[in-house]
C-alpha cells in the first residue's frame, strides 16, 4: 500500500515557478516509478512528466519539455517537480502516482494505480 499526498501548488504569474512535492508512505516507494499527471477543467488527465525507480531515467510530455524538471529523493520518499517558465496553458490540478508494476512503462494513465488528491496551479497571464 502506498500513500501520495501532493503539496506545491498555488497560483503564479506566467513566467513564475512552482516545485510540487510528492510524499509517499510505505515501504514500496523507492521501487516504483513515479509519474505525475494533470487535469484541467473539461479536459482528460494528461501526463506531465515520470522518474525511474532509482531516479536515473526521466520522461517529460512535449509541452513541458525544456521547462519542467522531475526528481526524486528516495531516503525521504519524496518526488519533486520543478516547474519554471509557467505558462497559462499549465492551468491544472497536478497529481503524483506509481506505476502499478514498478518500473516506467508509459504515459497511459491506467499503468498507474496509487494516485494522489492532487494539487492545483493556476497560472495567470
Known amino acids: 500500500q502506498v500513500q501520495l499526498v501532493e503539496s506545491g501548488g498555488g497560483l503564479v504569474q506566467a513566467g513564475g515557478s512552482l516545485r510540487l512535492s510528492c510524499a509517499a508512505s510505505?515501504?514500496?516507494?523507492?521501487?516504483?516509478?513515479v509519474g505525475w499527471f494533470r487535469q484541467a477543467p473539461g479536459k482528460e488527465r494528461e501526463f506531465v512528466s515520470a522518474?525511474?525507480?532509482?531516479?536515473?531515467?526521466?520522461y517529460y510530455a512535449d509541452s513541458v519539455k525544456g521547462r519542467f524538471t522531475i526528481s526524486r529523493d528516495n531516503a525521504k520518499n519524496t518526488v519533486y517537480l520543478q516547474m519554471n517558465s509557467l505558462k497559462p496553458e499549465d492551468t491544472a490540478v497536478y497529481y503524483c502516482?506509481?506505476?502499478?508494476?514498478?518500473?516506467?512503462?508509459?504515459?497511459?494513465?491506467?499503468?498507474?494505480?496509487?494516485w494522489g488528491q492532487g494539487t492545483q496551479v493556476t497560472v495567470s497571464s
Open positions: 510505505g515501504r514500496t516507494f523507492s521501487s516504483r516509478a
Open positions: 502516482a506509481t506505476d502499478k508494476l514498478g518500473y516506467y512503462r508509459g504515459t497511459n494513465a491506467i499503468l498507474y494505480d496509487y
Open positions: 522518474i525511474a525507480r532509482s531516479g536515473g531515467n526521466t
